[in-house]
């Protein structure tokens, strides 16, 4: 079945939200990368998600808007930005890259073991393109413990609109609502507070 829409306001904000509340002692362990990830040029991207035209009719559901995000990238934000679409992705223990072939249409594969609560989400993700000017893709995430919050295949293109706007600073993304978040911001808070929490006891008293 289909996340509910609208996918990407929700995600976003949502994530730093579970991600500080529900983030356990393992959330500690360092993310295995293996391949370095692909990086977009820095600047200003727009990026528009869709869903699988096809996997919805399959599925006898209506066809959802598409969503659009704005978000300014540097080298330092782009591991983050780069998912900041796919849902899922706070808490990741695995992250792998790999080029795919010209056989196989280019690009690259890139998959994470994530957890959202300790509901295991494992995402997988097609890019092409040149990272440039512009990229296309699909990505989907399956939940073990909850697949009917599967995303199914989600359709996804980018483009470069020029540098940054006055006053954003590298992980602001701007939502389809117009409200701006700061991915790397909200991700390095969750993180902190899960170093603060795996410091203390369930007596309130640090170890």
């Known amino acids: 079945m289909q996340l509910p829409w609208p996918c990407l306001a929700l995600c976003v904000v949502l994530s730093a939200v579970q991600g500080i509340a529900h983030a356990a002692p393992a959330a500690q362990k360092k993310a295995k990368v293996s391949t370095l990830l692909p990086a977009r040029k820095a600047g200003l991207w727009e990026v528009t998600v869709r869903s699988d035209d096809l996997v919805l009719q399959r599925q ?6 598409p969503q659009t995000v704005r978000m300014c990238t540097d080298a330092a934000a ?31 594969e890139i998959r994470s073991v994530c957890f959202v609560h300790d509901n295991r989400a494992d995402a997988e993700m097609h890019l092409t393109g040149d990272l440039q000017s512009e990229y296309r893709g699909t990505y989907s995430v399956k939940y073990r413990l909850t697949p009917l919050h599967n995303t199914g295949r989600m359709l996804f293109e980018g483009r470069w609109l020029g540098g940054c706007q006055a006053g954003q600073r590298p992980g602001d993304m701007v939502l389809p609502n117009g409200i701006t978040v700061n991915v790397v911001d909200d991700k390095k808070r969750a ?10 006891d369930h007596s309130g008293h640090k170890h």
Do not use: N, T, Y
């Not at 006898?60 to 808007?65: C, D, E, I, T």
């Not at 591991?79 to 010209?102: H, N, T, W, Y």
């Not at 993180?191 to 410091?199: F, I, L, M, R, V």
């Open 60 to 65: 006898g559901q209506a066809k959802p808007r």
């Open 78 to 108: 782009e591991p983050v930005m780069l998912f900041a679409i796919v849902p899922g992705q706070e808490d990741c223990r695995e992250v792998s890259a790999k080029p795919r072939s010209a056989k196989a249409g280019g690009g690259w």
């Open 191 to 200: 993180k902190d507070h899960a170093h603060e929490e795996h410091g203390h």
